[in-house]
């Protein structure tokens, strides 16, 4: 069986021009090389396809491909995370990780919060700031949270994200809409533990790797998982795989049921955090769960909770080709 790789490769987009926050999301070439080494070890043969506009590319030139494995970001637009499965589902090209739907609600962290509080799960109250005047309309109390409405990897993210009073809301809202172009959530702010589950499978085979507690050293930026304590995680953090009961069982609730729920594909990673009351808040999910072997968040979770990177890209791999079997039926 033939898998293309669909991935953002960061180097090819620096080379293009666009600077290092534009391009955080993306894929360095050692996340390439350690899927396509674990999917040759898992038996597979593969060929590598790159961004979007080479996967159009080599569609219109005629090629075609078993399953894809689609790690894309994607670079345009609130559906950009949409973009490779939506086509490949356009060629009836199966692939690997969660369709368009999901893909294009989970960018958007106010309309995935609509259907989380529709089924009665917690997450933050929040309002979403379109233009600087909608602070006006935003009636939660002090302290917030403030982030992009549609970014990962802690953009946008940092000490200025937790707000104490109106002129905090307003410079930060103002600084988020012009640098991110894009509407700004603004949440109460959750001052408890922080965990993060992974999950690999699909509907009611969907099952967790582990869940992981991320704590903040001395030295780091207080008080939250920011875009700086990201990258510089070896200094800033320490993950502790979470064994305490019966908070274990209830975070990993709180992710599978969400995961099912926003009826994700294959794996990803699901972000929670404590309120002051110690009660648990879905913060948000990631269908396109980072897979650099060592620093990515759901391989270090796993390997903490006793499943190896090739173990994770077998149960995606497992997950995956059971839908192949059934779409082919
Ligand atoms: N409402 C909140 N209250 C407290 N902390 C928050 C809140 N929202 C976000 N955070 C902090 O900011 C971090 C990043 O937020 P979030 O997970 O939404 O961003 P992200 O950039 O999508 O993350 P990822 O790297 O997982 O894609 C969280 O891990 C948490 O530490
Ligand atoms: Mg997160």
């Known amino acids: 069986m033939t898998i293309g790789l669909t991935y953002d490769l960061r180097s090819e987009y620096l080379k293009m021009g666009f600077?290092?926050?534009?391009?955080?999301?993306?894929?360095?070439?050692?996340?390439?090389?350690?899927?396509?080494?674990?999917?040759?070890?898992?038996?597979?043969?593969?060929?590598?396809?790159?961004?979007?506009?080479?996967?159009?590319?080599?569609?219109?030139?005629?090629?075609?491909?078993?399953?894809?494995?689609?790690?894309?970001?994607?670079?345009?637009?609130?559906?950009?995370?949409?973009?490779?499965?939506?086509?490949?589902?356009?060629?009836?090209?199966p692939y690997v990780f969660s369709n368009p739907l999901v893909l294009a609600l989970t960018l958007d962290k106010g309309l995935t919060k609509r259907v989380i509080r529709d089924a009665g799960l917690p997450t933050p109250d929040f309002a979403v700031v379109y233009k600087i005047t909608d602070i006006e309309t935003v009636h939660l109390n002090f302290p917030l949270f403030v982030k992009p409405l549609?970014?990962?990897?802690?953009?946008?993210?940092?000490?200025?994200s937790i707000v104490n009073n109106f002129t905090e809301l307003s410079n930060t809202?103002?600084?988020?809409?012009?640098?991110?172009?894009?509407?700004?959530?603004?949440?109460?702010?959750?001052?408890?533990?922080?965990?993060?589950?992974?999950?690999?499978?699909?509907?009611?085979?969907?099952?967790?790797?582990g869940t992981m507690e991320i704590l903040q050293r001395e030295n780091a930026e207080k008080g939250l998982y920011s875009y700086s304590n990201k990258e510089n995680y070896q200094s800033l953090i320490d993950y502790i795989a979470l064994e305490e009961e019966p908070l274990k069982s209830q975070c990993e609730n709180l992710a599978l049921k969400s995961y099912?729920?926003?009826?994700?594909?294959?794996?990803?990673?699901?972000?929670?955090?404590?309120?002051?009351?110690?009660?648990?808040?879905?913060?948000?999910?990631?269908?396109?769960?980072?897979?650099?072997?060592?620093h990515s968040d759901l391989p270090i979770l796993s390997r903490l909770n006793g499943v190896s990177y090739n173990e994770l890209m077998k149960r995606i791999m497992d997950s995956a080709t059971k839908k192949l079997i059934r779409s082919n039926k």
């Open 150 to 160: 549609g970014e990962g990897t802690g953009k946008g993210i940092n000490s200025h």
């Open 173 to 209: 809202c103002q600084a988020l809409l012009k640098t991110f172009e894009q509407p700004v959530l603004v949440e109460t702010f959750l001052s408890g533990r922080e965990f993060t589950v992974g999950i690999t499978g699909t509907g009611e085979l969907a099952a967790t790797t």
């Open 260 to 294: 099912k729920l926003l009826q994700c594909e294959d794996g990803g990673r699901v972000d929670m955090r404590m309120d002051g009351a110690g009660v648990l808040h879905f913060l948000e999910i990631n269908p396109l769960a980072g897979l650099h072997p060592v």
């Open 19 to 93: 600077s290092e926050e534009e391009t955080a999301e993306f894929d360095k070439e050692d996340t390439i090389e350690a899927i396509e080494n674990t999917l040759h070890q898992l038996g597979y043969q593969t060929e590598r396809i790159g961004h979007l506009k080479q996967l159009v590319g080599k569609l219109a030139a005629g090629h075609r491909w078993d399953l894809v494995f689609n790690i894309c970001e994607g670079m345009y637009g609130i559906g950009r995370e949409a973009q490779v499965p939506a086509l490949l589902d356009g060629f009836n090209i």
